[in-house]
Every structure is written in C-alpha cells, then in structure tokens.
C-alpha cells in the first residue's frame, strides 16, 4: 500500500492497486512465486519399469493366482481335518495353519525363481536381501505394483482414478471388438460427480488385467468375501500385505475400500527395488 501511495515520487511506477493485488488472498504470492512442476521420470527409468511390469505380469501372474488358490485349499483342508471351529482357528492356530499350508502346498515351477519361502515374515521389510526370501506377502505387493504400473502407462490414468477402478473396469468394445478400461474422472463441469470414460488399451494389458482381477479374487474367496465385481475395487484393501498376512477367519468390510496410496507407493518402491531400476546419483528415481 505504501509502495502504491509513493508511486508519484517513484522513477519505475509502482501502478498495482493493494485492492487488486489481495483481492483473491493469494494473488501476489502466486504472481510472484515460480510454479512447481512434478519432474519428469527420466526415459531409461521408465522403459526399465515397463519392462519390468510386463515380464512380471507375463511370467508370474497366472502362477500367483494358482498358487493363492492351491494355499487356501490347503487352508481349508488342514481345517476340516483338524475339525476345528472357526473360532478356535482364529484364536490358536490360525499362524500354525498358515505356515503349515504354506510347507504343504506345492511352489508351481514358474515362480522358483521368486524365491518365496514363508506366507509371511514377523515384520515385512525392504531390504536387497528380498531376492533370497521373499514372502507371500511380498509377492502380492509386487504383483500390484507390476499391474498399478502397466494400468498407469497405458491409460495415463491419475492415482484416483486408478484407485477407484472397479473389477470389472475391462471391457471389449461391441462395436469394433477392441479393448478398453473404464475409469472414473471428473466432471469438466462444476459438479462434484465423477463420470465413466472409456480409454483403450492393448489386448494384451487386457489380458494382464483380467489376470489380476481374478488374484484378486481369490485373496476375497480366501477371507470369506463374495461381492460383485462391479461393487469391487481392483486394486482393494484385500491387497494390503497385513491383510494377506491375516488369518481366512477374520471378518469385516474393509476390502470395500480401494487400496490406500501409502501401500501402493510402499509397493512400487519395492519393485522398483525388487526390478533393480537404473540408479541416478546412487538413488532410485
């Protein structure tokens, strides 16, 4: 205001009204400050997680999904045999069962080289040392993040609208037979609401897709939940690795809500890890 009133006596006219200036709040700060863009991830870094996704998707995913449904068998099996309530499971023997199972049921050939050798640990952590003992829960993570990655490249998709993906987000055009997922994005209007759109994608990441959809619904089966894939998030809470560690017993209806993007960043930072993505500086992108 000052610089305003004084502008008579000043050589470069200071011609800005305050009223102007502060009329939003902001705007002198806004004017004044340069804009933070998100920097870009450098090519080689990319490509790398691509490729590291597809190979992933390819070579593991149908094998998880066989081996989760060949651990819950085994699951209800060793229960039925034990003749055991499902209350006394939770309550004694749930962690026994699971890590029985997990010595009785079969590693398919495809996933040796993951080198899975418990369900879970007693505190999942991250180190380089994953690649001589990762755990179920382990695996599911990297799955995850092998899809969130392909799913974000192909789509272009925000963290939102991938979140809130449902299971039955892949679908095949009727009109020219193509592939496409379906997202939810903002209105352009100034409604709160979001809308369907429909973007396409390769056949084959819709196939990788339908691949996924389906682990995803052997983790419900596992824990007693049956809903309709339309009602269900791809990417849900049933993914989180304290709730793969979780015994089948447990009830509630947290898988209602879309993974949280803590377990998702902590996911893609273990692949990243896992896929020995090119360093810059000595760090991960």
């Given at each position: 205001?000052a610089?305003?009133?004084?502008?008579?006596?000043?050589?470069?006219?200071?011609?800005?009204?305050?009223?102007?200036?502060?009329?939003?709040g902001r705007?002198?700060?806004?004017n004044?400050?340069?804009?933070?863009?998100?920097p870009?991830?450098?090519?080689?870094?990319?490509?790398?997680?691509?490729s590291?996704?597809?190979?992933?998707?390819?070579?593991?995913?149908p094998?998880?999904?066989d081996?989760?449904?060949?651990?819950?068998?085994?699951?209800?099996?060793?229960?039925?045999?034990?003749s055991?309530?499902d209350s006394?499971?939770?309550?004694?023997?749930?962690?026994?069962?699971?890590?029985l199972?997990?010595?009785?049921?079969?590693?398919?050939?495809?996933?040796?080289?993951?080198?899975?050798?418990?369900w879970?640990?007693?505190?999942?952590?991250?180190?380089?040392?994953?690649?001589?003992?990762?755990?179920?829960?382990?695996?599911?993570?990297?799955?995850?993040?092998?899809?969130?990655?392909?799913?974000?490249?192909?789509?272009?998709?925000?963290?939102?609208s991938?979140?809130?993906?449902?299971r039955d987000?892949?679908r095949?055009?009727?009109?020219?037979?193509?592939?496409?997922?379906v997202?939810?994005?903002p209105?352009t209007?100034?409604?709160?609401?979001?809308?369907?759109?429909?973007?396409p994608?390769?056949?084959?990441?819709?196939?990788?897709?339908?691949?996924?959809?389906?682990?995803?619904?052997?983790?419900?089966?596992?824990?007693?939940?049956?809903?309709?894939?339309?009602?269900?998030?791809l990417?849900?809470?049933?993914?989180?690795?304290?709730?793969?560690?979780?015994n089948?017993y447990?009830?509630?209806?947290f898988?209602?809500?879309?993974?949280?993007?803590d377990?998702?960043?902590?996911?893609?930072?273990?692949?990243?890890d896992?896929?020995?993505?090119?360093?810059?500086?000595?760090?991960?992108?």
């Amino acid at each position: 205001e000052a610089l305003h009133t004084a502008r008579p006596a000043q050589r470069y006219k200071f011609s800005h009204s305050p009223m102007a200036l502060f009329s939003s709040g902001r705007t002198i700060f806004e004017n004044m400050l340069e804009s933070e863009k998100t920097p870009l991830m450098p090519v080689s870094v990319a490509m790398h997680a691509l490729s590291s996704a597809l190979q992933f998707a390819r070579v593991y995913g149908p094998a998880l999904v066989d081996f989760i449904s060949d651990l819950h068998k085994t699951e209800l099996d060793q229960a039925k045999a034990l003749s055991m309530a499902d209350s006394t499971m939770q309550a004694t023997y749930a962690k026994k069962n699971q890590e029985l199972a997990f010595r009785n049921t079969p590693i398919p050939a495809a996933l040796k080289p993951l080198n899975i050798t418990s369900w879970s640990f007693e505190k999942e952590t991250y180190p380089l040392v994953w690649k001589n003992n990762l755990s179920v829960s382990n695996a599911v993570s990297l799955y995850t993040a092998a899809i969130w990655i392909l799913l974000a490249s192909f789509s272009a998709g925000r963290a939102t609208s991938l979140r809130s993906l449902k299971r039955d987000c892949f679908r095949q055009s009727p009109i020219d037979n193509l592939y496409d997922i379906v997202q939810r994005v903002p209105k352009t209007s100034e409604r709160f609401d979001l809308e369907e759109i429909h973007r396409p994608i390769p056949d084959l990441i819709h196939d990788y897709g339908l691949e996924f959809a389906a682990f995803v619904c052997e983790l419900e089966a596992r824990r007693g939940f049956i809903a309709d894939d339309s009602e269900s998030y791809l990417f849900g809470r049933i993914l989180a690795e304290h709730a793969v560690r979780a015994n089948r017993y447990l009830k509630g209806d947290f898988y209602k809500v879309p993974l949280g993007l803590d377990s998702i960043t902590n996911a893609i930072d273990l692949f990243q890890d896992w896929s020995e993505s090119p360093l810059i500086d000595a760090k991960r992108w």
